[in-house]
């Protein structure tokens, strides 16, 4: 190939994206970098879907748990570790595969990250404080008010996102989707989206599945090891805050196990809100044949390599 390519296999959550990057590092003979940015931390693994050992060894992973909740980490973090450790991979070789269902962490790697005004601390304060006083649901309706459209793809069972985006949009008086894609730094790779697709009940019966298997695999007790850390960023997140609610006495451990899944499903119809925004995205149907994925991928690297990127 005359360019280098990262290859991003993107889609809802559970749908089998991990099974899909090892399959494509190991025909093209290359590494993944994972952008599921809930994976980056050593202490969340049942709940988050961390790859097996048998899935590690299968591709050389980059990315996965190589962070603890104590140490803070952003997607500009993300974005400048991924970059840097792409321009070593690359000059190795052509192909590098990316996979996560962190829409905002692909992006960033593939688009840059976009520029945003400097906040007082004091809107920060104030939105946290609001957070303690009057719960998650006010912070989703003032997002609702001040941002429709970042309201609908943004994870709004999040509170960091939700107090990133609000804060933006009150400290400029705008909507805080309203700086998206507006810088577009060059990059020295082309990015080919690959994306699982499958009917609506296919996902949501694979993550209800996921989600009984992670509660037999022993998430309670995971959970209940970080429960003295709830209030750390990177544990205000699905499988793991509707737990500490049942560990808190506020339901019983069944309602818990049903709000995860509820919270889970919505999260991938987030994501896939997102991801149907991109007009790039190669889609594959769930039950296609690996050899004819790699065949179609092939293909668009071709493409690619001469020119015709769509």
């Not at 599945?209 to 990177?234: C, F, I, S, W």
Request: net charge neutral.
């Amino acid at each position: 190939m005359s360019c280098k390519v990262l290859i991003a296999v993107v889609g809802p959550t559970a749908i089998g994206k991990t099974a899909l990057g090892i399959g494509l590092a190991q025909h093209f003979n290359t590494e993944i970098i994972s952008a599921d940015s809930r994976q980056f931390f050593k202490e969340m693994e049942i709940g988050t879907a961390v790859p097996s050992k048998e899935e590690l060894k299968a591709a050389t992973h980059h990315f996965i748990q190589h962070k603890s909740i104590f140490d803070p980490y952003s997607v500009g973090d993300f974005e400048k570790d991924a970059i840097e450790l792409l321009s070593k991979l690359f000059r190795k070789q052509d192909v590098a595969i990316m996979v996560g269902g962190s829409g905002l962490y692909v992006d960033a790697v593939v688009n840059g990250l976009d520029e945003f005004p400097e906040v007082d601390p004091k809107i920060r304060e104030s939105l946290n404080q609001k957070l303690d006083e009057e719960g998650l649901n006010s912070l989703q309706e003032e997002l609702r008010e001040r941002d429709p459209s970042y309201y609908k793809i943004v994870d709004i069972e999040n509170p960091h996102r939700l107090i990133r985006a609000l804060e933006v949009s009150i400290m400029a008086n705008k909507p805080y989707s309203t700086f998206l894609n507006q810088y577009k730094p060059k990059r020295e790779f082309k990015a080919l989206y690959v994306g699982i697709e499958a009917p609506r009940e296919v996902i949501y019966k694979r993550i209800n599945t996921r989600v009984d298997l992670m509660m037999q695999a022993g998430l309670l007790e995971e959970v209940q090891k970080l429960h003295p850390y709830r209030h750390l960023n990177a544990l205000q997140t699905v499988g793991y805050k509707e737990l500490f609610e049942y560990l808190d006495g506020h339901c019983p451990l069944d309602t818990a196990v049903s709000e995860i899944k509820k919270n889970t499903r919505r999260f991938a119809k987030r994501q896939l809100t997102w991801l149907r925004k991109n007009q790039n995205i190669l889609w594959v149907d769930h039950k296609t044949e690996p050899k004819n994925i790699f065949k179609a991928v092939s293909d668009q690297l071709n493409n690619i390599s001469h020119g015709q990127e769509q």
